[in-house]
């Protein structure tokens, strides 16, 4: 089955600097990633997504980018502001049934 | 709006006495997912229904039920809940399995004292 791995588990920058978040999964086969961002007594809500045709999409100051040879995709999140503050999941679903993958989750603090 | 409504927020129940969670959704998606998340983890896939097929994880204890009588709602049953069963219990919809943006309801958190 799917294996996803996330790195950093925490992570602290100072308010505008880059913040990066990386995941490996292990299914050649995965076509779909994405990145969801979970605040303080909330449920995930996504934030971006990916899919296998495409290497790396952007949205404001959130981008994704995908390396399928390395099986790695990452978060790239750009003149942090402290409301970025929360814990993010990135997720690849299993082949055999669809079902999505967490990884453990990162903890990212942007101080002010 | 919410799109996912997940009642109450908090739970408090006996050890051992049997609990309800509810989840509804405006979204009329197929697929309604349970989670459950315990402090700084990942959320744990416990089962989903697509549409009226209900499919379990080989993992989920047999403690856990689940109910999905329309397209709407969806429960979660912790038959005979232990200590070990405190934790945020999460649904969420999806219009297909897998491939599709997931929506989370706010969760609710459970309690066993």
């Known amino acids: 089955g799917e294996n996803v791995e996330q790195h950093p588990s925490t992570l602290s920058v100072q308010e505008g600097d880059s913040a990066v978040i990386k995941c490996t999964y292990s299914d050649s086969a995965s076509n779909y990633f994405p990145w969801y961002k979970q605040e303080l007594g909330k449920g995930p809500q996504l934030i971006i997504d990916i899919r296998s045709n495409v290497g790396e999409k952007k949205d404001q100051r959130i981008a994704v980018t995908l390396n399928k040879t390395a099986k790695h995709f990452s978060l790239h999140i750009t003149e942090t502001q402290p409301e970025d503050s929360a814990v993010y999941f990135c997720a690849a679903p299993l082949l055999d049934n669809n079902d999505m993958r967490f990884g453990a989750g990162t903890r990212l603090t942007v101080k002010p | 709006d919410a799109m996912v409504i997940q009642n109450p927020r908090y739970q408090v129940t006996q050890f051992g006495k049997p609990v309800t969670l509810s989840c509804s959704q405006t979204l009329n998606h197929n697929v309604m997912y349970w989670y459950q998340q315990k402090s700084s983890q990942a959320p744990k896939l416990l089962f989903h229904?697509?549409?009226?097929?209900?499919?379990n994880e080989a993992d989920t204890p047999d403690n856990f039920q689940s109910r999905r009588p329309n397209t709407s709602f969806c429960f979660l049953d912790i038959r005979s809940p232990g200590l070990g069963d405190a934790a945020m219990y999460l649904c969420a919809t999806s219009r297909d399995r897998g491939l599709t943006e997931a929506f989370f309801g706010q969760g609710t958190r459970l309690t066993v004292v």
């Open positions: 229904y697509y549409d009226k097929d209900f499919n």
